[in-house]
């Protein structure tokens, strides 16, 4: 019983806000131009359906894009940086000056390099999100217990071996929980990006509604914005667990 | 007859941004080949940093350490090591927990994937005789800490080392669990025969065990005494409640207690 309503609860909630904000909408009459109601932005996906699925399928896809060269880049430099602490002590402070660098900026310089298009919203996308991955997987390489690496070094293992027995295996919960956050970064990047300097995407998409007054199909954009946030996000989760039970099992928890 | 470690006027110190630590001060004993050394003394006396030296991990500051009459520089390549906390890798099986040690040291390491049944079987063994049948493809968190540290001792002798180091292996245990793997220890050293070195603060434990206990003072760590413990072996845990086992108790307690008011 309690079990159903667990499972059910997600998407009770969910219906619960649409309803209320329905409510609110038409019983407080706000301007539609201010915050349209439910039935008129569901009323704007369904007369825009085309466009709509168009443009989130190219965010969805630059985000995948950016995200993927951010995982291989993220993993390797995440490896190098663990790999050694002066490298560690030497490459940190850069990093996390890059990292504080708000991104909007960075997209004016891009779109001089590659001009307006898919390839500055990837690229934001990366920027944005190999940060958690190359930290998280620094940390799973560069926090192996002590006494574990003197059990190992004293049977002769080198450094090589310790990290592929044991460094490389130990870093995949932190792995995992760091794609979780990064695949929501790459999508801020994708629509950040989108919504400066890009002839698609849902960000292209909304800039472009806002302009035309069609709030309702602006809040459309934001909704399926939302969707497929939450369903890269629910991919990750699942993929975390799925593939790093003994983490959750064994007392060692990752970083996330 | 040469002794297999010989541990000659080693000094350590650490040096630290904050001062140094002279954590071992002119320390020597030695051990034959099939020894059972206790090592006991006041905590932060160096007891750790001496199984360091001993496994080549950390260079003497002064002095030397030999094994097998060699003068150990680096790191041994073949000693079996098991500490208070068991460290398992939570990701692997039991089974190939113990077997962690046949994929990296020779000759092992290049016949492992082609004779991995064989070490199978070896380590599925060593595992029974720990008590632990049964529990090959179990993962460490459904094992006891108890368990957990058989599995341990198993990772530390699958590869039949000449040496085996054990830093406090049973502190974290429950006293009914301890004296269970005390009795598990016993029993492996008397089918196997490696030398031991067995860092430990429990004094009933060093002599319930050993053959020679070295007493270590308060830093920096010297030897202030040895003991040879010549109960007959096999030894009963019956043994726990002799008098001339009290008595030998008692006398290394009074010894730390002096060493750690110097
Ligand atoms: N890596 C290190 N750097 C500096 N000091 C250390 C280090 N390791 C141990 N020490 C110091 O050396 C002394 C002996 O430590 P240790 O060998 O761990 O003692 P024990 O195992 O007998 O408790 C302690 O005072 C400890 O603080
Ligand atoms: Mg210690």
């Given at each position: 019983?309690?079990?159903?309503?667990?499972?059910?609860?997600?998407?009770?909630?969910?219906?619960?806000?649409?309803?209320?904000?329905?409510?609110?909408?038409?019983?407080?009459?706000?301007?539609?131009?201010?915050?349209?109601?439910?039935?008129?932005?569901?009323?704007?996906?369904?007369?825009?359906?085309?466009?709509?699925?168009?443009?989130?399928?190219?965010?969805?896809?630059?985000?995948?894009?950016?995200?993927?060269?951010?995982?291989?880049?993220?993993?390797?430099?995440?490896?190098?940086?663990?790999?050694?602490?002066?490298?560690?002590?030497?490459?940190?402070?850069?990093?996390?000056?890059?990292?504080?660098?708000?991104?909007?900026?960075?997209?004016?310089?891009?779109?001089?390099?590659?001009?307006?298009?898919?390839?500055?919203?990837?690229?934001?996308?990366?920027?944005?999100?190999?940060?958690?991955?190359?930290?998280?997987?620094?940390?799973?390489?560069?926090?192996i217990?002590?006494?574990l690496e003197d059990v190992l070094r004293a049977l002769g293992a080198s450094k090589l071996d310790i990290m592929l027995k044991v460094g490389?295996?130990?870093?995949?919960?932190?792995?995992?929980?760091?794609?979780?956050?990064?695949?929501?970064?790459?999508?801020?990047?994708?629509?950040?990006?989108?919504?400066?300097?890009?002839?698609?995407?849902?960000?292209?998409?909304?800039?472009?509604?806002?302009?035309?007054?069609?709030?309702?199909?602006?809040?459309?954009?934001?909704?399926?914005?939302?969707?497929?946030?939450?369903?890269?996000?629910?991919?990750?989760?699942?993929?975390?667990?799925?593939?790093?039970?003994?983490?959750?099992?064994?007392?060692?928890?990752?970083?996330? | 007859?040469?002794?297999?470690?010989?541990?000659?006027?080693?000094?350590?110190?650490?040096?630290?941004?904050?001062?140094?630590?002279?954590?071992?001060?002119?320390?020597?004993?030695?051990?034959?080949?099939?020894?059972?050394?206790?090592?006991?003394?006041?905590?932060?006396?160096?007891?750790?940093?001496?199984?360091?030296?001993?496994?080549?991990l950390?260079?003497?500051?002064?002095?030397?350490?030999?094994?097998?009459?060699?003068?150990?520089?680096?790191p041994v390549k073949m000693a079996?090591m098991?500490?208070?906390?068991?460290?398992?890798?939570?990701?692997?099986?039991?089974?190939?927990?113990?077997?962690l040690p046949l994929e990296i040291v020779q000759?092992?390491r290049?016949?492992?994937?082609?004779?991995?049944?064989?070490?199978?079987?070896?380590?599925?063994?060593?595992?029974?005789?720990?008590?632990?049948?049964?529990?090959?493809?179990?993962?460490?968190?459904?094992?006891?800490?108890?368990?957990?540290?058989?599995?341990?001792?198993?990772?530390?002798?699958?590869?039949?080392?000449?040496?085996?180091?054990?830093?406090?292996?049973?502190?974290?245990?429950?006293?009914?669990?301890?004296?269970?793997?005390?009795?598990?220890?016993?029993?492996?050293?008397?089918?196997?025969?490696?030398?031991?070195?067995?860092?430990?603060?429990?004094?009933?434990?060093?002599?319930?065990?050993?053959?020679?206990?070295?007493?270590?003072?308060?830093?920096?760590?010297?030897?202030?005494?040895?003991?040879?413990?010549?109960?007959?072996?096999?030894?009963?845990?019956?043994?726990?409640?002799?008098?001339?086992?009290?008595?030998?108790?008692?006398?290394?307690?009074?010894?730390?207690?002096?060493?750690?008011?110097?």
């Amino acid at each position: 019983m309690t079990g159903t309503a667990e499972r059910l609860s997600p998407w009770l909630f969910t219906i619960a806000m649409f309803l209320i904000w329905e409510a609110v909408c038409r019983f407080a009459k706000i301007d539609p131009f201010i915050l349209p109601a439910p039935s008129e932005i569901f009323a704007a996906m369904n007369q825009y359906w085309w466009p709509l699925a168009k443009n989130s399928f190219v965010t969805l896809w630059t985000t995948m894009a950016g995200f993927a060269l951010a995982v291989g880049f993220g993993i390797v430099l995440g490896l190098v940086v663990g790999w050694s602490r002066t490298i560690y002590r030497g490459l940190y402070p850069v990093l996390i000056g890059f990292n504080s660098v708000p991104k909007v900026a960075v997209v004016p310089i891009l779109v001089i390099w590659f001009g307006i298009g898919e390839i500055p919203a990837i690229l934001t996308a990366f920027l944005i999100s190999f940060f958690p991955i190359v930290v998280n997987v620094a940390t799973g390489l560069s926090t192996i217990e002590p006494e574990l690496e003197d059990v190992l070094r004293a049977l002769g293992a080198s450094k090589l071996d310790i990290m592929l027995k044991v460094g490389i295996p130990r870093t995949q919960p932190y792995l995992f929980g760091a794609l979780k956050v990064a695949i929501t970064l790459a999508f801020v990047g994708t629509v950040v990006s989108e919504t400066i300097a890009a002839n698609a995407g849902l960000g292209f998409l909304m800039v472009q509604a806002g302009s035309n007054f069609q709030m309702p199909l602006v809040f459309a954009g934001l909704l399926l914005l939302a969707a497929e946030g939450i369903v890269m996000y629910a991919v990750f989760a699942y993929v975390e667990v799925h593939f790093t039970k003994w983490a959750h099992r064994s007392s060692m928890s990752a970083a996330g | 007859m040469t002794a297999f470690v010989d541990i000659d006027d080693v000094t350590l110190v650490y040096k630290g941004a904050t001062g140094d630590v002279h954590a071992l001060d002119r320390l020597g004993f030695s051990l034959e080949k099939g020894d059972f050394a206790a090592v006991v003394g006041p905590s932060g006396c160096g007891k750790s940093s001496l199984m360091k030296l001993v496994t080549g991990l950390l260079p003497p500051d002064f002095g030397t350490i030999k094994i097998a009459g060699e003068t150990v520089t680096g790191p041994v390549k073949m000693a079996g090591m098991a500490f208070q906390n068991p460290n398992m890798l939570p990701w692997r099986s039991v089974i190939d927990n113990v077997m962690l040690p046949l994929e990296i040291v020779q000759p092992h390491r290049s016949r492992f994937r082609a004779e991995k049944e064989r070490y199978r079987e070896q380590a599925t063994r060593l595992l029974a005789t720990v008590g632990l049948d049964g529990f090959a493809d179990r993962y460490p968190w459904e094992l006891s800490g108890g368990m957990q540290q058989r599995v341990s001792l198993c990772r530390a002798l699958i590869h039949q080392p000449a040496l085996l180091m054990l830093d406090e292996p049973f502190a974290a245990l429950d006293a009914f669990t301890r004296e269970e793997l005390w009795c598990v220890l016993r029993d492996l050293w008397e089918e196997i025969r490696f030398t031991v070195i067995l860092v430990t603060h429990d004094l009933r434990e060093a002599v319930f065990l050993a053959d020679y206990i070295h007493v270590i003072s308060a830093r920096p760590g010297r030897l202030v005494m040895t003991k040879t413990i010549d109960f007959p072996r096999p030894r009963s845990l019956d043994l726990l409640f002799d008098k001339d086992f009290a008595d030998i108790v008692h006398e290394l307690r009074a010894k730390i207690g002096e060493v750690r008011k110097s």
